[in-house]
């Protein structure tokens, strides 16, 4: 042994760098090009290594160094400035670890040394790692002398020995040796975020978990990230169901499937073990990727009309709450269906941009849309019971009375508008996360899509959202056949008492008030959501071209709900006017202030310029 480091050592000073040329930086520095000039930095990514005996030559002398700075590089020095920078040639040798570390055989890593030697190593430029590597085999090695030389490898010290890390174009040797898929490429991590970043200490350890069979014997490693072309969400083991066999098989219950699936550790997709040092993480964790899947079709055309539609309930709530509309009970019904509706609206437009299934986040968010569709539905119930109650009936009252009415009756809606959708949203969220129910009643939400998700032979969708939206559908049919039956028969009465003269324009007109009329509450009071209701129970996707589109005309028309409450209850001459009133009164306001303003700062200056005569 003692023979051969005096070999290595010959060597390298023999390279050519080690008598005349040092390191341009302290180890674990390189060089930064800044501007016309150059500055030694801390090599964060640890992908290079210059290897000599001198360092610091930037700093220290004058004369030439060896350097990374983009590529391997030689230097001259003169007065701490490189005034000549030339590419250098030469072999470069393939290290496992960064300069300063050696392998941890056990946990695929890198451990550090107390010191920056490695005679080993017979020439003076280091490259790193084997980062674009998918699949990589380890093969112990008792010395370095006379190994083969061919394909992509790095070589390394340990604590035993030296290690022949290989990189694999296939994955036959998985055949022989249980693999084991890593989510990051070989020396990466999740590192305060989400994205793969060098750390080279981690690797993979997998007596980090019970649901690992025979977790110390040898294993390869397949990195899998390079062929996600989705999103890796954590797997909690207090969640899922799932066991990594002895023979690197993955076994998970697959919910949509209701049964046990097996994953093949040489699967592009699927499961994958990575060391995550993020928030309140900070350990070996299991992970899902979960592809990308293209939105149904009608996501992309009603994205837009859901967008326009949060705009459009924006402008009615503030327009409303600055004239003081929600002093009446309607205008504070109108309000809350407003803020439940744009919430909806919000959050199925955030989570067509943004979230993937299996996300925390995106259980969040689909516990928050059972909620808020439930919440418009009721306050739509309740705004087509109060238009009822008020146009289409005979029971009225009025004065001191009324006003306490109105506050009993708006605690009533209250709690029915918010209260029976919290009600809902948390037995749901109990069933799903407890198995009181059979799977095939059990809700699961966020598993393959951010809501209550549809799967064959699962009824929870049907039971817990379809049925009660229906069911509210009808009574506001109900409701509005009532209202305007009622509204017609007292119209055509008044009419009959005025009218004198049976002219056709005269009946044009009133024939057109009444259609108004009937659309107008038919949009108010939803009548439009029924045939959203009524196909949320069939699956229009799977029955040809023609259901398909019919489905996306109908939610696109149900998706500008804002822009026809805008219409109706904004685009009125009595909004209109009392809009410019409460502008002219702010400007009346600003234009008064600014003039107080103006004739004190003038009283002062005359005043101070009368003191300023008498001195």
């Given at each position: 042994?003692?023979?051969?480091?005096?070999?290595?050592?010959?060597?390298?000073?023999?390279?050519?760098?080690?008598?005349?040329?040092?390191?341009?930086?302290?180890?674990?520095?390189?060089?930064?090009?800044?501007?016309?000039?150059?500055?030694?930095?801390?090599?964060?990514?640890?992908?290079?290594?210059?290897?000599?005996?001198?360092?610091?030559?930037?700093?220290?002398?004058?004369?030439?160094?060896?350097?990374?700075?983009?590529?391997?590089?030689?230097?001259?020095?003169?007065?701490?400035?490189?005034?000549?920078?030339?590419?250098?040639?030469?072999?470069?040798?393939?290290?496992?670890?960064?300069?300063?570390?050696?392998?941890?055989?056990?946990?695929?890593?890198?451990?550090?040394?107390?010191?920056?030697?490695?005679?080993?190593?017979?020439?003076?430029?280091?490259?790193?790692?084997?980062?674009?590597?998918?699949?990589?085999?380890?093969?112990?090695?008792?010395?370095?002398?006379?190994?083969?030389?061919?394909?992509?490898?790095?070589?390394?010290?340990?604590?035993?020995?030296?290690?022949?890390?290989?990189?694999?174009?296939?994955?036959?040797?998985?055949?022989?040796?249980?693999?084991?898929?890593?989510?990051?490429?070989?020396?990466?991590?999740?590192?305060?975020?989400?994205?793969?970043?060098?750390?080279?200490?981690?690797?993979?350890?997998?007596?980090?978990?019970?649901?690992?069979?025979?977790?110390?014997?040898?294993?390869?490693?397949?990195?899998?990230?390079?062929?996600?072309?989705?999103?890796?969400?954590?797997?909690?083991?207090?969640?899922?169901?799932?066991?990594?066999?002895?023979?690197?098989?993955?076994?998970?219950?697959?919910?949509?499937?209701?049964?046990?699936?097996?994953?093949?550790?040489?699967?592009?997709?699927?499961?994958?073990?990575?060391?995550?040092?993020?928030?309140?993480?900070?350990?070996?964790?299991?992970?899902?990727?979960?592809?990308?899947?293209?939105?149904?079709?009608?996501?992309?055309?009603?994205?837009?009309?859901?967008?326009?539609?949060?705009?459009?309930?924006?402008?009615?709530?503030?327009?409303?709450?600055?004239?003081?509309?929600?002093?009446?009970?309607?205008?504070?019904?109108?309000?809350?269906?407003?803020?439940?509706?744009?919430?909806?609206?919000?959050?199925?437009?955030?989570?067509?941009?943004?979230?993937?299934?299996?996300?925390?986040?995106?259980?969040?968010?689909?516990?928050?849309?059972?909620?808020?569709?439930?919440?418009?539905?009721?306050?739509?119930?309740?705004?087509?019971?109060?238009?009822?109650?008020?146009?289409?009936?005979?029971?009225?009252?009025?004065?001191?009375?009324?006003?306490?009415?109105?506050?009993?009756?708006?605690?009533?809606?209250?709690?029915?508008?918010?209260?029976?959708?919290?009600?809902?949203?948390?037995?749901?969220?109990g069933f799903s996360v407890t198995d009181v129910l059979p799977t095939s009643f059990k809700p699961y939400v966020g598993t393959?899509?951010?809501?209550?998700?549809?799967?064959?032979?699962?009824?929870?969708?049907?039971?817990?959202?379809?049925?009660?939206?229906?069911?509210?559908?009808?009574?506001?049919?109900?409701?509005?056949?009532?209202?305007?039956?009622?509204?017609?028969?007292?119209?055509?009465?008044?009419?009959?008492?005025?009218?004198?003269?049976?002219?056709?324009?005269?009946?044009?007109?009133?024939?057109?008030?009444k259609l108004y009329l009937i659309l107008k509450l038919a949009v108010i009071m939803g009548i439009t959501f029924i045939m959203?209701?009524?196909?949320?129970?069939?699956?229009?996707?799977?029955?040809?071209?023609?259901?398909?589109?019919?489905?996306?005309?109908?939610?696109?028309?149900?998706?500008?709900?804002?822009?026809?409450?805008?219409?109706?209850?904004?685009?009125?001459?009595?909004?209109?006017?009392?809009?410019?009133?409460?502008?002219?009164?702010?400007?009346?306001?600003?234009?008064?202030?600014?003039?107080?303003?103006?004739?004190?700062?003038?009283?002062?200056?005359?005043?101070?310029?009368?003191?300023?005569?008498?001195?």
């Amino acid at each position: 042994m003692l023979l051969l480091i005096a070999i290595n050592l010959f060597s390298l000073w023999e390279s050519g760098y080690g008598e005349s040329y040092g390191k341009c930086c302290k180890n674990g520095e390189i060089l930064q090009e800044i501007g016309d000039s150059y500055k030694c930095v801390p090599d964060y990514v640890k992908r290079h290594g210059v290897l000599v005996p001198r360092v610091d030559v930037l700093e220290n002398s004058t004369g030439e160094c060896v350097e990374f700075s983009t590529d391997f590089y030689q230097f001259e020095i003169s007065g701490k400035i490189i005034i000549k920078k030339e590419p250098i040639k030469d072999e470069i040798f393939p290290k496992c670890c960064p300069v300063g570390y050696i392998y941890n055989e056990k946990k695929h890593s890198c451990d550090k040394k107390n010191t920056y030697e490695h005679n080993f190593i017979k020439t003076t430029l280091i490259a790193v790692g084997l980062p674009r590597c998918r699949s990589i085999l380890d093969t112990k090695m008792d010395s370095i002398e006379n190994f083969e030389t061919e394909g992509d490898y790095c070589i390394d010290e340990t604590s035993t020995g030296f290690i022949r890390r290989e990189c694999k174009n296939n994955t036959d040797f998985c055949n022989y040796i249980k693999c084991i898929k890593k989510c990051c490429p070989d020396g990466k991590s999740y590192v305060n975020s989400n994205k793969c970043s060098d750390s080279y200490v981690n690797g993979i350890d997998l007596e980090f978990s019970e649901k690992i069979d025979q977790p110390n014997e040898p294993f390869g490693i397949i990195h899998n990230t390079t062929l996600c072309d989705g999103k890796f969400y954590l797997m909690n083991e207090s969640r899922y169901i799932f066991n990594l066999e002895k023979n690197g098989e993955f076994k998970y219950w697959k919910n949509t499937t209701n049964s046990f699936v097996i994953e093949k550790p040489t699967d592009t997709t699927g499961y994958c073990i990575e060391h995550a040092h993020r928030h309140n993480m900070n350990g070996y964790f299991f992970f899902n990727c979960i592809p990308n899947t293209p939105p149904k079709p009608k996501f992309r055309y009603t994205k837009w009309p859901k967008i326009l539609s949060c705009i459009f309930l924006s402008l009615t709530i503030i327009i409303y709450v600055l004239l003081k509309q929600t002093k009446k009970l309607f205008g504070k019904i109108l309000i809350n269906y407003c803020v439940g509706t744009l919430c909806l609206y919000a959050l199925l437009t955030y989570t067509q941009f943004d979230l993937q299934p299996k996300d925390i986040s995106c259980h969040i968010v689909g516990y928050m849309l059972i909620f808020f569709a439930s919440v418009s539905y009721t306050w739509l119930n309740v705004m087509c019971w109060d238009i009822w109650f008020t146009f289409g009936t005979t029971k009225h009252s009025i004065g001191t009375y009324r006003q306490r009415n109105d506050m009993k009756k708006l605690l009533g809606y209250m709690v029915y508008g918010w209260g029976a959708p919290l009600i809902l949203t948390l037995v749901v969220f109990g069933f799903s996360v407890t198995d009181v129910l059979p799977t095939s009643f059990k809700p699961y939400v966020g598993t393959t899509a951010c809501f209550l998700v549809a799967m064959q032979g699962n009824y929870a969708l049907l039971i817990f959202l379809r049925l009660p939206h229906l069911v509210i559908q009808l009574v506001n049919t109900f409701l509005f056949i009532r209202t305007i039956l009622y509204c017609l028969r007292i119209k055509n009465e008044i009419e009959r008492i005025n009218d004198t003269k049976n002219e056709k324009k005269a009946k044009f007109n009133k024939d057109k008030e009444k259609l108004y009329l009937i659309l107008k509450l038919a949009v108010i009071m939803g009548i439009t959501f029924i045939m959203d209701t009524v196909t949320g129970f069939v699956d229009m996707n799977n029955l040809g071209t023609f259901w398909m589109t019919v489905e996306i005309v109908i939610d696109s028309i149900n998706c500008l709900q804002g822009v026809y409450i805008f219409v109706i209850f904004i685009c009125k001459k009595s909004i209109y006017h009392d809009f410019m009133k409460k502008l002219y009164v702010i400007k009346r306001e600003t234009y008064l202030n600014n003039t107080d303003s103006f004739v004190s700062t003038t009283h002062i200056s005359l005043k101070q310029n009368k003191n300023d005569e008498y001195k």
